[in-house]
Each structure stands twice: as structure tokens, then as C-alpha cells.
């Protein structure tokens, strides 16, 4: 006999939008069910953010250790090259994942939140029946929040399958492949790319677009696509994938003019986006309204649906760990009793390449920033003592600040460089605070850090910075 089970929250998903709702119920003392059929932790934890920046992590480490062998660096050398022990790489990485993993478990028990490992099945807005190795269970619940995330997209050229792999297969091959072709080059393309060229793979991105990272503009741009050029990273613009060659050992592509070639790859790493994941569990017996591919909410994150909620990557664009954490926070609490609304304007977002970009607000070829008159400034990371000292000047790195000429309200804000983004933090709270740069230009930033490059620019877009 199926296990009946009654809650007044149920939450679908244990990724970030998800955990954080059911921790944040649990603290208030709602009786909180969460379903989850895989690790807890959600894609970013379990198979993205987390595992592919420390794999990033390692990339740079190996580079420093080979530049040491091949000709010195800062007057350090090795006598011999690195070895890499890919599968030992791979064994580290997933030591953090367990790591985070087991926490999160720890969190969500310390809440008293009823975890039911399977996947859900609803045959109406508030009901599911979950099947669990020990037979299944069907859950009515009061609330309803839907975490369900996302999954990468395939082509239907180019299924996953073989060499043919997403970014979650990249993070866990049990060798280096020696020869690596990227489809896509947006920001996990480009940041899986790059770390894999770091290794020693020979890397070539195909990408549709006539530019790499078409979220940010030219000049973010350009420092990432000058360390492409310099690391022998081919990049091939307007060009497209068209399949696997008829031998299936290559993948054909066809270049802007027209003439197609076949590029011999170990592995074919297809990264053109991710997709809600809607399919498969039952949204179309809920009742909810869509909105185009995502689940339409309001500004409560409430669906069309009474009593049932939609955070995430499920919600739409952008989808970013950060963002569906705040949002299960927050319908917690409404459900709770508490006044809450998802009012961001600026949501942070960071591009982990070589350099790093971080973008929060309006760029200046935005149309919002177009529509009214603006001032902005530029002040390179090239003269900071910080990034001068840990050989991080000559990049083209900068911070860039964007704001509204009438009364100096930031309206956006932008770096490139190496570790920019820690700076993202301050970048965000400057614009949820509303701050002129006024109010940056009078805050003491600490020396020698790289945030004295937002300082400068604040003081260079009021005329009077110091250090350029």
C-alpha cells in the first residue's frame, strides 16, 4: 500500500532554489516535504558551478606549473614539466562536491525537513506520488513550490551520446582528450573550453554567432578573445555545426562562406544553452501558466495557480544559482506570512574565463541606457598596484561605471580581470543601494585590493581620478 503522506509545504527540486526554500520553511516551522531524484545540491553544486570551478581552479594551477618548467615565472622555475593525473583531478573534484553534498543534507535535517529521494508524478496542482525504491508515496501538500531547474540543451543534429558530451560529462572524463571541439561559445563553453586548453588539450570553438559571449559587449570582450588567440585556442566564427562526419569521428562544420570541413575531436562538447526542465513529472496536469517555455509568476514568484510556486531556472532567464536561491528564500517566507516580492532590477552575473567578467546593471549598448543620457568610465586594472603585483595588469582589464548624467545614479557596472569576481558583491549592493558615484568616490577603499579600480572609475567619471 502506497505511503500517504499530508504537508504544508512541498518542495520539487533540491538544487538552489529549492534546499534554500526548504531550509528557510523549516526555520519558520512549516512542515516542509522536498523530493529529489538525485543529489541534493541541484545542477550548480552536483555538476556545474561548484565541480567546473575547481576544475577551473586547477587549470590555472597546472598553467603556472608549466610556464615555471618551459621559462621561468617571477623568478621561479621547475626543473621538469608538470604530470597530470586527470582521473586523481577528476577524484578531487568530487571530494568538494561530497563535501558541499553532505552539508546540504546536514542543513535541510537540522530544519526538519521530511527529505523523499525519487521523482515526482503530479496528477493535479498539490499532489504527487513519488516512486521510491521501497514502493511509492503520494504527497498532498497546502503550498506547492516547483524547483525543477534546468538541463542542457541538445541538438538534434548532435545528440549527447559517444565522444558527444554536455558539460556534465566534460567534468567527468576519465582522460584528457587530446583533441577537443567546443559547440557554442558562450560562458560554459568558453569556461570549459579554456580549462581544458590550460591542460593541454587542443581546443576549437565553433560558434554560430559572429562574436564569442554575445551577452557582453566589445570591450568586456576583448581580453577573453585576446587569451584565446595567444593560448592557440581556435575559434571559428559563423560557423555551424552540421553533425558528426560519416566516419563519426569528427564533426562537420560548415564556415560563414559557405564550405563545410570535418574537425577530428576526441570529444564534442555541445554547450548552446540550458532549458527549463518541464517535461517529464506532470506540469501539464497543474493547471499553471507558461510563458513561452518557462512557468509564468508574478513578482511573488506565484504561478497562475493558487497556493502554487515556481523559483529558478524554471522561471526563466537569468538562470543563475544566486538568483534561485534568493527566490526560495523569499516564497518561504511568504508562505510564512511574511511581505516579499522579487524586485530585482540587478542580478550579478559572472563569467568564469580567462579573465573573468563580472556584469551587474545596464551596459552602456543596452537600450535602457541608450534612452537616456548617461556618463561613463574606464579605469584599467593596468594601473593597479594590486593586479600589477600578482601579474594581473597587462591583460586589458578593467571596471567600467556606467551612470545616469542628471543626478549620478549608477546604472551599471562591469570589470574584466583576474578574480573580479569577488568584486561582484560590491558591484550589486552599490545598485540595490541606489549609490551616485558620489558615494563610491567617498568610500575608503582598502590598499592595495582591485577595488580601488571601481573607486577610480567612480572618480574618472566625475573628472577628478588620481591614478590615471
Given at each position: ?22 531550509i528557510r520553511a523549516g526555520q519558520l516551522g512549516l ?111 497546502e503550498h506547492v513550490i ?323
Amino acid at each position: 500500500m502506497a505511503e500517504m503522506i499530508k504537508t504544508k509545504l512541498l518542495i520539487i527540486g533540491g538544487g538552489p532554489g529549492g534546499y534554500v526554500a526548504g531550509i528557510r520553511a523549516g526555520q519558520l516551522g512549516l512542515d516542509t516535504v522536498l523530493v529529489e531524484g538525485d543529489r541534493l545540491g541541484g545542477t550548480c553544486l552536483i555538476r556545474g558551478c561548484i565541480p567546473s570551478k575547481a576544475f577551473i581552479h586547477a587549470a590555472g594551477q597546472f598553467e603556472e606549473m608549466t610556464h615555471a618548467a618551459s621559462k621561468g615565472l617571477h623568478g621561479i622555475s621547475l626543473k621538469s614539466q608538470p604530470e597530470l593525473n586527470f582521473a586523481d583531478l577528476v577524484k578531487w573534484k568530487e571530494s568538494i562536491v561530497d563535501r558541499l553534498n553532505t552539508g546540504v543534507t546536514g542543513l535541510l535535517k537540522r530544519a526538519k525537513v521530511r527529505v523523499v529521494p525519487g521523482w515526482a508524478k503530479f496528477s493535479d496542482a498539490k499532489t504527487c506520488t513519488v516512486a521510491g525504491k521501497d514502493g511509492d508515496i503520494t504527497i498532498t501538500a497546502e503550498h506547492v513550490i516547483l524547483a525543477n531547474g534546468s538541463k542542457s540543451v541538445e541538438l538534434a543534429f548532435l545528440p549527447f551520446g559517444g565522444h558527444v558530451i554536455s558539460s556534465t560529462e566534460a567534468l567527468m572524463l576519465p582522460v584528457l582528450p587530446k583533441k577537443l571541439v567546443v559547440v557554442g561559445a558562450g560562458y560554459i563553453g568558453l569556461e570549459m573550453g579554456i580549462a581544458f586548453a590550460k591542460f593541454g588539450s587542443e581546443v576549437t570553438v565553433v560558434e554560430a554567432l559572429d562574436r564569442i559571449l554575445p551577452l557582453y559587449d566589445a570591450p568586456l570582450v576583448a581580453p577573453v578573445a585576446k587569451w584565446l588567440k595567444d593560448n592557440g585556442v581556435t575559434v571559428m566564427l559563423g560557423a555551424k555545426a552540421k553533425g558528426l562526419s560519416k566516419d563519426g569521428k569528427s564533426l562537420t562544420v560548415e564556415d560563414k562562406d559557405g564550405k563545410t570541413a570535418d574537425l577530428p575531436a576526441d570529444n564534442i562538447l555541445v554547450t548552446v544553452g540550458r532549458k527549463p526542465n518541464t517535461e517529464g513529472w506532470g506540469l501539464e496536469n497543474m493547471g499553471v501558466d507558461m510563458d513561452g517555455r518557462f512557468v509564468k509568476v508574478d513578482r511573488h514568484c506565484h504561478t497562475s495557480m493558487k497556493n502554487v510556486w515556481a523559483v529558478g531556472d524554471l522561471v526563466g532567464e537569468p538562470m543563475l544559482e544566486h538568483k534561485a536561491a534568493h527566490q526560495g528564500d523569499m516564497v518561504a517566507e511568504i508562505i510564512a506570512g511574511h511581505r516579499r516580492e522579487f524586485s530585482h532590477e540587478f542580478i550579478p552575473a559572472v563569467c568564469f574565463t580567462e579573465p573573468e567578467i563580472v556584469s551587474a546593471g545596464l551596459l552602456p549598448s543596452d537600450e535602457a541606457a541608450k534612452a537616456q543620457e548617461t556618463i561613463s568610465a574606464i579605469f584599467p586594472f593596468g594601473a593597479n598596484g594590486r593586479a600589477l603585483s600578482m601579474d594581473a595588469g597587462d591583460n586589458g582589464g578593467f571596471v567600467r561605471v556606467l551612470a545616469r548624467k542628471s543626478d549620478h545614479r549608477i546604472l551599471g557596472i562591469q570589470a574584466v580581470g583576474a578574480h573580479v569576481a569577488e568584486m561582484s558583491g560590491e558591484f550589486s549592493l552599490a545598485l540595490e543601494m541606489g549609490a551616485t558615484l558620489e558615494d563610491i568616490a567617498g568610500t575608503i577603499h582598502v590598499h592595495p585590493t582591485l577595488s580601488e579600480a571601481f573607486h577610480e572609475s567612480a572618480l574618472r567619471a566625475l573628472g577628478h581620478a588620481i591614478h590615471i
